[in-house]
Structure formats: C-alpha cells, structure tokens
C-alpha cells in the first residue's frame, strides 16, 4: 500500500521532468525553426507541382486519334477508309480529353494549392473550351443536319449544354463531370456515325456547312486579336456603325474611344489565345481530311494549312517567366503584340477561305 501511494506521488514529478527536459533541449526558437523547415518544404512541393501543372498538353495526331477511335468501337480495322466526320468528331473529344487529363487535371474550378494560386493554365482551358463549345454547336446545328428543318442529332443535343456547362463550379456538379458527360454523348455520336447500320447519325461535309463554322472561328479570333493589341493603350475612332448610313445603336457613344486591356488580364488574354489557337490546329486539320474533296473543289488546301501554320506561331515556347507588355517600339518585348500578329494573319487567311468556299 505505501509502495503503492509513493508509485502514484511520483506521476506529477515525472510530468514536470518530461517538460523541464522539452524545454531545456527544444527551446522556443527551435520549435519556430521546425515550422519555418515544414512551411518551406509545403512551399516548395506546391511550387514544383505548380510548375508541372502549369505543362501545356502537346500536339496530337487528328488522324491516328480517330482511327483508334474507330477501332475502340470495332467499327472498322485500323488501315479502313475513315468515315466522314469522324475525324472532326474524333478532334473534338482529343481536346476536351486533353484539357481534362492532362497534368493537374482540368483546374480552372480549383479551389485548393496550388491549382487555386495558377491563372495561366487556366486561362488556357478556357480558351480551348470555347472553341470546343463553338464546333460542338457547329456539329449540332450545321454537321449534323441536312437542312434547316431537318431534325437535330439526340446525341449531340446533349452534348452542347454539358459543354457550356459554367467552366469554374467546382462541386455539385464540377465542370468537368459535366464536361465529361459530354463526352459519352459525343462517342455515342461517333459511334453511331461509324456503325453502317445506323442511319440516324450524319456529318454532312459541305462548302455552306464548313463557311459557317468558319465564321464562328472568325468572331472568335478577331476578338483575341483586339484584345491582345489592346495591351498597349490606342484612342481609336468608333467604326461600330460604319458602312451603313440607316444604322443606329442604342446608347450614344463617343466618336473616339480609348481601348486598353488592364494589366492584370494581359497574362490572362495570351493564354486563353495560346489555348485557342491550340484547340483550332486540331479542328483544322480534321476538316482539312473530312471536307478534303471540297477543298480540292475549291482548290482551297493550301489556304487552310496556311492558316495552320500561322497558329502553329502561336505555341512557341514562351523563354520569359512573365508576359512581357513593353510598348511598341520600346526596349522590352510585347507578347501579346507578337501573339495578336500570328492571331491576325491566320483570320485574315480564314477570311480569304470563306471568300473561296463561296464562290461556285
């Protein structure tokens, strides 16, 4: 028993022996240097996972994506003729597929480290989604459809709401469950496309078909190349009512306007149209093979792979560690001035495209 009572006295005694021996060898400043160490390694791992997030998918080949497509779904054997449309159908899921596997996920809906602190990467999906939005919708109401009162694809009247689904909702749902929801929608398109039995799904390859498309993709670039050219502050005159004397507009504007995208977006607008352009590559040369007997028609080949080329200037690598916004003729470099050029030559060659496709 008085064993017993001493054992229990010594506990209070072997507490305090434990804290006078933590505070003699883990003094307050070491406990601040073991936080600092920890902080910096957590710094570290979310920079170096930043900067691989931050990677931008390469290249990939329209044509052998849709002929493992094609075989996925056993339609045909690898080396068979490929069916019209599924290039361009094929494209289309390449980029949405990229965009939302690619290193780090899809992260324009992020709300944790490090995908929460990056803005470049995200800009670039969205500049990829809109064109994936604008040649979905192509697809449903041009493609996909003989006439203007012919009935619209099942398929693909599900797959262009998913896709146009808000690109930052992070949770119920996230975009990119949405966005890959549209994706099982399209495969069943192009699955049905490349089935001979199913005569519910078409592409229709036409000179109308492919003009109007383009002149989605023109609005599109014309409005990065203003908004990248803005990055230097211009007046310019107001041309909104220009070349129509009946013309009118609702609210009065002033006869010069000073245009000037804030400093802040600049980063913003290089890589939405770095994403763009990179999405656009893939979808011209899938029409490139899928209206290859129009264009030959129209003897047009040349001038959509010049177009190619000039975007294919848009995803050189970029050596500086920020987006430079010097003046026009100053001593530090404009990226966006260098990326409106490449932006404005390949839609004046789409412009001279829709000129030649209409023609008879």
Do not use: C
């Amino acid at each position: 028993m008085t064993e017993d009572i001493k054992a229990g006295s010594d506990t209070p005694h072997l507490g305090r022996r434990f804290r006078n021996f933590a505070d003699d060898h883990l003094p307050q400043g070491r406990w601040l240097s073991i936080a600092v160490a920890v902080f910096a390694v957590y710094a570290l791992i979310v920079l170096g996972l930043g900067v691989y997030w931050s990677i931008t998918p390469g290249e990939f080949d329209v044509v052998e994506r849709a002929r493992s497509y094609t075989v996925s779904v056993g339609a045909s054997e690898a080396s068979a003729p490929l069916i019209t449309g599924a290039v361009t159908t094929s494209a289309l899921l390449g980029v949405v597929d990229s965009m939302l596997s690619k290193s780090g996920g899809y992260l324009r809906n992020d709300r944790l480290p490090p995908g929460v602190y990056l803005d470049n990467i995200p800009n670039w999906e969205y500049g990829a989604l809109i064109q994936s939005r604008d040649l979905v919708r192509a697809m449903r109401e041009l493609f996909s459809r003989s006439q203007s009162q012919s009935k619209e694809d099942g398929d693909l009247s599900l797959a262009e709401p998913l896709l146009n689904f808000q690109s930052n909702s992070w949770l119920l749902p996230a975009s990119e469950n949405e966005y890959r929801k549209a994706m099982r929608s399209t495969q069943s398109y192009l699955q049905r496309l490349m089935d001979p039995n199913a005569q519910n799904a078409q592409f229709y390859a036409r000179a109308d078909n492919l003009r109007d498309w383009l002149a989605m993709v023109n609005t599109r670039l014309g409005s990065l190349s203003q908004r990248l050219s803005a990055s230097v502050s211009e007046r310019r005159l107001n041309t909104d009512l220009a070349g129509d004397g009946n013309a009118s507009q609702s609210t009065a504007a002033p006869s010069e306007l000073e245009v000037r995208t804030p400093w802040k977006e600049i980063d913003d607008v290089f890589y939405e149209s770095r994403g763009a352009a990179w999405a656009l590559i893939h979808f011209l040369k899938a029409a490139e093979v899928d209206f290859a007997d129009i264009l030959e028609d129209k003897n047009a080949q040349v001038s959509l792979r010049q177009i190619v080329r000039e975007l294919e200037g848009t995803q050189g690598v970029v050596w500086s560690p920020l987006i430079l916004n010097g003046s026009g003729f100053g001593l530090l470099a404009n990226h966006s001035l260098v990326m409106a050029s490449y932006i404005s030559r390949a839609n004046a060659a789409i412009i001279d495209l829709r000129d030649l496709l209409s023609q008879g």
